[in-house]
């Protein structure tokens, strides 16, 4: 068994080496740039909205009432018409990247105490790198990716953007593997 506090080392590298990764591949690569395609007359949609002065949140339309609503006559003709949207809105005006950034970094450092729990409480100071790297390797994925894919199932998100969502999962998981199993304390 290897305490926490031995690999706050590779918890905080790893998860400043994901955090540089992971803003080139968004920021710098045209790998995400398809994810979310413009709506037909985007303008027209938005000044159709405007007006309602959503607040920030998730929405979904047409939204039934109750399990009994769903199998109504006016809700199936709703849902038949459509069109049928699960949405998110944001605040309005510029994007607060810094504050983003910050809690994206809070959660590679989640991700890595996780895994380094999982893999402390498995192996022992002195394991070898590829011991080390499958432990780690596979709770970082998991902490990465799996979250995507109940919204592929359950929300119809696209299959490209889960695929590319997973991909970049497995890039940062086997990145955290690797920096853990270079870093593991010594026996």
Same mark, same amino acid.
């Given at each position: @068994?290897?305490?926490?506090?031995?690999?706050?080392?590779?918890?905080?590298?790893?998860?400043?080496?994901?955090?540089?990764?992971?803003?080139?591949?968004? @920021?710098?690569?045209?790998?995400?740039?398809?994810?979310?395609?413009?709506?037909? =007359?985007?303008?027209?949609?938005?000044?159709?909205?405007?007006?309602?002065?959503?607040?920030?949140? =998730?929405? @979904?339309?047409?939204?039934?009432?109750?399990?009994? =609503?769903?199998?109504?006559?006016?809700?199936?003709?709703?849902?038949?018409?459509?069109?049928?949207?699960?949405?998110?809105?944001?605040?309005?005006?510029?994007?607060? @990247?810094?504050?983003?950034?910050?809690?994206?970094?809070?959660?590679?450092?989640?991700?890595? #105490?996780?895994?380094?729990?999982?893999?402390?409480?498995?192996?022992?100071?002195?394991?070898?790198?590829?011991?080390?790297?499958?432990?780690?390797?596979?709770? #970082?994925?998991?902490?990465?990716?799996?979250?995507?894919?109940?919204?592929?199932?359950?929300?119809?998100?696209?299959?490209?953007?889960?695929?590319?969502?997973?991909?970049?999962?497995?890039?940062?998981?086997?990145?955290?593997?690797?920096?853990?199993?270079?870093?593991?304390?010594?026996?």
């Amino acid at each position: @068994m290897t305490g926490l506090t031995a690999l706050w080392l590779p918890i905080l590298l790893s998860a400043v080496l994901v955090f540089v990764t992971s803003s080139i591949i968004h @920021m710098a690569s045209p790998w995400h740039k398809s994810d979310y395609p413009r709506l037909p =007359d985007e303008d027209g949609v938005m000044n159709a909205l405007r007006p309602f002065n959503i607040p920030p949140g =998730d929405y @979904m339309a047409p939204r039934p009432s109750s399990g009994a =609503d769903m199998k109504s006559p006016a809700f199936t003709e709703k849902r038949n018409k459509g069109p049928v949207v699960i949405m998110t809105v944001m605040p309005n005006g510029p994007w607060a @990247m810094g504050s983003t950034m910050v809690r994206w970094f809070v959660y590679l450092i989640v991700v890595g #105490a996780l895994a380094a729990y999982i893999a402390g409480r498995a192996l022992p100071a002195g394991a070898t790198y590829l011991q080390v790297f499958r432990f780690v390797g596979a709770s #970082a994925f998991l902490a990465h990716t799996m979250a995507y894919w109940p919204l592929r199932i359950w929300y119809h998100r696209a299959l490209s953007t889960t695929i590319k969502a997973t991909v970049d999962g497995l890039i940062y998981a086997l990145l955290t593997a690797g920096v853990f199993g270079w870093l593991w304390p010594k026996a």
